[in-house]
């Protein structure tokens, strides 16, 4: 296999800027006496806090060369983004006005925290902010090497046989793998249709995957019928138009998509290899969320970068182990991008890295229309890659 045809790029937890191109807010700022530099800045955390710039230092420093001192200009608080009248200031921020003999006036500070000890830089051209480098370390982020590239393509390979294999029209395919003894746990498919003919994707609230116009399959789509309306992630709602088989609805539902399935069947695989261990885990039992936590189930002498994959047997487990917390330390390999339920189900079982072949305009959770990786409020976070593939794998898409 050539790996140097195959790109693998990381998605950042925040659209990629131009460190010279930062968003930027309006702010009511004023110089201030450094005497009253404590007692404003108190009272305006207190009235005006800025909680959603949290990366903006509240005051600048600048040294007038004229007269070697100290300035000092404070925030009071944000501006309002259509106008610039100053008399709009809060009645709060206002009776500060004269006791401390304030002259506020309009400046711009930058959006969004820097990721990048470039942009930051450029932040503090304009108003100085806080950088604040990872504190993780995730495999990949800088670079992979030969070896685990190829891990890479075998396992895109096989989600590309299960999405096309059998499947009209396409329909997204889930892998999770242990990357350290590089072994399929689970490979699962949509579900949510019980019959894998072609959808009607001209109902209202969907849209032909052409029209898009963000992802380009060659000739997949014509090969496929011309639509991906049948991808759960891709068409989330599409289902709630469609008529339902009810004999079936135990096992086909809106819900299964691929990643929830393969979730699920990871899940299965734990209880049939560990069926005395405790539903319920104390917590020193659970691993870290952080995404440089090490790979989480059981070890074996194989290291072969060959595609394997674990048939649930006892004989692959080490009797010595207990049973592993969710999807720790684990990939998962996906042809779509996930949507915002899949994405933060991934989340909840705390895998470790996640790979997607294409994007996912309608209603993406990792990049095309949300970014869960980079909300700070989740308690674990993962990296996000996506894999673009060489002609030859496309073209084992549209020959099937």
């Known amino acids: 296999m050539d790996s140097d045809a195959w790109e693998i790029i990381h998605i950042p937890e925040k659209p990629a800027l ?10 009511y700022a004023s110089v201030i006496k450094p005497k009253f530099a404590n007692t404003i800045v108190r009272q305006l955390c207190k009235i005006a806090p800025l909680e959603d710039l949290r990366h903006v230092k509240r ?22 983004e259509h106008k610039d009248p100053l008399n709009d200031l809060p009645p709060d921020v206002q009776q500060l006005v004269d006791p401390y003999e304030l002259s506020p006036f309009i400046t711009q500070v930058c959006k969004y925290a820097a990721v990048s000890k470039e942009e930051w830089e450029e932040q503090s051209k304009i108003w100085p902010t806080s950088f604040h480098p990872p504190t993780y370390n995730i495999d990949g982020i800088g670079g992979f090497s ?10 895109m390979r096989v989600v590309i046989d299960m999405a096309v294999s059998g499947h009209k029209p396409l329909v997204n395919a889930a892998v999770i793998v242990d990357p350290s003894v590089r072994r399929i746990i689970a490979s699962e498919t949509d579900q949510v249709y019980a019959s894998s003919a072609p959808r009607d994707n001209t ?18 789509l014509e090969k496929q019928n011309g639509s991906l309306s049948a991808v759960a992630c891709l068409n989330p709602w599409q289902w709630s138009l469609q008529p339902h088989d009810t004999e079936n609805c135990s096992q086909w539902h809106p819900l299964r998509h691929a990643s929830m399935v393969a979730i699920e069947s990871s899940s299965a695989r734990d209880r049939h290899l560990f069926p005395n261990s405790s539903e319920s885990f104390r917590r020193d039992h659970v691993q870290p ?34 049973r592993p917390y969710l999807c720790t330390g684990y990939d998962i390999f996906l042809l779509l991008e996930p949507c915002t339920m899949c994405a933060m189900a991934l989340v909840h079982q705390r895998i470790k890295r996640i790979f997607y072949a294409f994007p996912n305009p309608t209603a993406g959770g990792l990049g095309s229309v949300h970014r869960l990786q980079g909300e700070k409020s989740l308690n674990h976070h993962y990296a996000v890659f996506r894999v673009l593939l060489p002609d030859d794998a496309l073209r084992q898409m549209t020959t099937v």
Not at 18 to 27: A, F, I, L, M, R
Not at 61 to 76: A, C, M, N, S, Y
Not at 203 to 220: D, Q
């Open 203 to 220: 109902s209202a609230g969907t849209r032909p995957f052409k029209e898009t116009g963000e992802i380009c399959l060659n000739g997949i």
């Open 146 to 155: 030969e070896e685990d590239t190829q891990s890479i393509c075998k396992f």
């Open 18 to 27: 131009s460190p010279d191109h930062q968003p930027t807010v309006k702010v």
């Open 289 to 322: 969320s952080n995404t440089d936590s090490p790979a989480k189930k059981q070890k074996t002498s194989s290291h072969s970068p060959d595609v394997q994959i674990d048939s649930g047997e006892e004989t692959f487990r080490d009797p010595s182990m207990e």
């Open 59 to 80: 005051v600048k420093k600048k040294i007038l060369p004229d007269r070697g001192e100290t300035q000092l200009t404070v925030i009071l608080c944000l501006a309002p």
